[in-house]
């Protein structure tokens, strides 16, 4: 199967830049490079009617942060359905402000509120990590309340 010329683009583009490989680099670093590396991939960033950083509860009082994205204007009459986005990254690279214009597209193409959550990083188990963290958000979903 013939490689999408877009993604053969954007692969081109990773290798002219010639950074080192994000798994030869320490975690620290790899996020770092990550942040700073990750606009010019970027796609054009959907205007919303609000953009909301929240912070997510969690049973042991710890939080994690989320962003919610809403591409229209809120209504009790008919509430929009939601969709909980979890970068990818293996828990390591990404981050809410790395995919940000993703979630914007996500809501205003789905014509739905996004929330987009970040994980704990404190949770040494990756499998319990990733499960506590989506269950943590759809949670904060259900209970998330505007005024229209």
Known sequence: MPLNPKIEQVLDMIARAKRPKLHEMTPQAARASYEKSAPILEIASAPMFAVEDLRVPTRDGATIG???????????????????????????VGSVNTH?????????????????????????????????????????????????
């Open 66 to 92: 989320a962003r919610l994205y809403h591409a229209q204007a809120p209504s009790w009459a008919e509430p929009a359905a939601a969709l909980v986005y979890y970068h990818g990254g293996g828990f390591t």
């Open 100 to 148: 940000d214009a993703l979630c914007r597209m996500f809501a205003r193409d789905g014509k739905c509120a996004v929330l987009s959550a970040r994980a704990r990083t404190q949770i040494p188990d990756r499998r319990r990590r990733r499960f506590r963290c989506a269950r943590l958000a759809a949670r904060a979903c259900r209970g998330i309340r505007h005024r229209p």
